[in-house]
C-alpha cells in the first residue's frame, strides 16, 4: 500500500537550517502534486509549500516565502523541504502528503495520502 515516510525534524536555534524528506512508495510518484503542511499546538494544519507533477511550479505561504525552498527528486520518488533562517513561530509537526491533480492546493481533504508528520521545534 501506499506509503509517506518522513525524516529531518529536530531541535534547532533561531536562524538555523533544516532540511525535511519524504519518500513515497506504492504510487506513480510523478503523477501526485505533492504538498508540504504543519500544525502548531492549538492551530489548525496550514499550508506551507506545494509543487507540481514535474516539479516547474511551485508556491508558497508568505509566511515562508524567501526562507523555504520545496523540490522533488521523482527518480527517487522523494519530496523535500529546505528550511532556512528557521523562526520560533515555524516550530510545528510537518507533515508531506500526495494529491492525485497536476498542480498542488491548499485543500487538505482533496489529498490522498499523508505522512506520519516530523516534529520541528525552533527555540528562542
Known amino acids: 500500500q501506499v506509503e509517506l515516510v518522513e525524516s529531518g525534524g529536530g531541535l534547532v536555534q533561531a536562524g538555523g537550517s533544516l532540511r525535511l524528506s519524504c519518500t513515497a512508495s506504492g504510487l506513480n510518484f510523478d503523477d501526485y502534486a505533492m504538498g508540504w503542511f504543519r500544525q502548531a499546538p492549538g492551530k489548525e494544519r496550514e499550508g506551507v509549500s506545494c509543487?507540481?507533477?514535474?516539479?516547474?511550479?511551485?508556491y508558497y505561504a508568505d509566511s515562508v516565502k524567501g526562507r523555504f525552498t520545496i523540490s522533488r527528486d521523482n527518480a527517487k520518488k522523494t519530496l523535500y523541504l529546505q528550511m532556512n533562517s528557521l523562526k520560533p513561530e515555524d516550530t510545528a509537526v510537518y507533515y508531506c502528503?500526495?494529491?492525485?491533480?497536476?498542480?498542488?492546493?491548499?485543500?487538505?481533504?482533496?489529498?490522498?495520502?499523508w505522512g506520519q508528520g516530523t516534529q520541528v521545534t525552533v527555540s528562542s
Open positions: 509543487i507540481s507533477w514535474s516539479g516547474t511550479s511551485t
Open positions: 502528503a500526495a494529491h492525485n491533480e497536476y498542480a498542488c492546493g491548499w485543500d487538505l481533504d482533496e489529498y490522498n495520502y
